[in-house]
């Protein structure tokens, strides 16, 4: 080998001017490619040689993993439907296959089965991205256990400490529903939550009760309601609010199915809305857009939190743990056509 004292470590600049080609030339015959021309490549080699070149380290580019799981409550819902669209596209962009499973029924309350963890770990899927109510101790345990990364989609009840998780601004989209039922003159104004103790049904009530406190309006004893965030919970508040001496002119539905359960109770009671009574959902899902009258709500921007709940997963499969631990997306009030002032 041939160097002048004190040249230091040779460079492709050093070879590249030695053998008389570009630096990009001495780099393909240096690392391997094979669109170089046979002389060129033996002139390149001997230089490469003659010079001790070798080539600096690079960096060990993170290989994406191949295969992640979606665990969803129910394929069918059009909010799975929304989730599955910003994971999909996300997954794409990554370079990633997504097994999607619907592994929770309202017998599980909303759980995954224990045997699907299990499988989990036969098929090699890298993490998890869970759309599901919650998980209990014992699947909490086996994530650990087996070092699986996974990431919360907004969960119904919040999960333990250290848990990644995406979720809405509830407590705002409360505050904003009720602002805009205010703002159109209505003061008798009724609320029907979820879930009395989810956490997202406690942040769109607490979002109500401040907007109306803030307002110096009274919340009359009734105007607070729960359901089920189903239609069938909906409609079933809405008549036991219609049949109070003093029934509400406006009520924020703190779901969109549960919103359009109670616009059929409006209507059996001989009632129509707008005009006798106005409806805020919140989600905006498909449905509130196609209700006669279009549903206004807020719109819980879910295909976004799909993709943020992606983004999350891919940082700590490079093992990075995330600044919080819970993530929330702003959200956004959509005026349509079931919300007006009261009538005269």
Known sequence: ????????????????????????????VANGREDVAPETRRRVTEVLERLGYVPRPQPAARQPPALIDLVVHDLASPWSGAVLLGVDEAA??????VVISAAATAARGGQPPRGWLDRLSTRGSAGVLFNVTELDAAQHAWLAHHRVPFVMIDPVVEPPAGVPSV?????????????????????????IGGHRRKACSVGRV???????SAAGLAVPPG???????EETGGRRQMRELLALPQPPTAVFVCSDQMALGAGLAVREHGLRVPRDVSIVGFDDLPQAEWATPALT????????????????????????????????????LVVRGSTAPPAA
């Open 206 to 212: 607490a979002g109500y009760r401040s907007a109306m």
């Open 223 to 229: 105007y607070v309601r729960y359901g089920s965030f």
């Open 1 to 28: 080998m041939v160097r002048s004292a004190g040249s230091g470590r040779p460079t492709l600049a050093m070879v590249a001017r030695a053998a008389g080609v570009s630096v990009p030339t001495a780099s393909k």
């Open 92 to 97: 794409h962009e990554a370079g990633l296959g």
């Open 297 to 332: 709500t807020v719109r819980q921007p879910l295909s976004e939190m799909a993709a943020a709940a992606l983004r999350i997963l891919l940082r700590l499969l490079d093992g990075h743990r995330p600044e919080g631990t819970r993530t929330e997306l702003s959200t956004r």
């Open 167 to 191: 979720g809405a601004t509830n407590w705002q989209g409360g505050v904003s529903a009720t602002e805009h039922l205010i703002g159109l003159g209505h003061e008798r104004i009724a609320v």
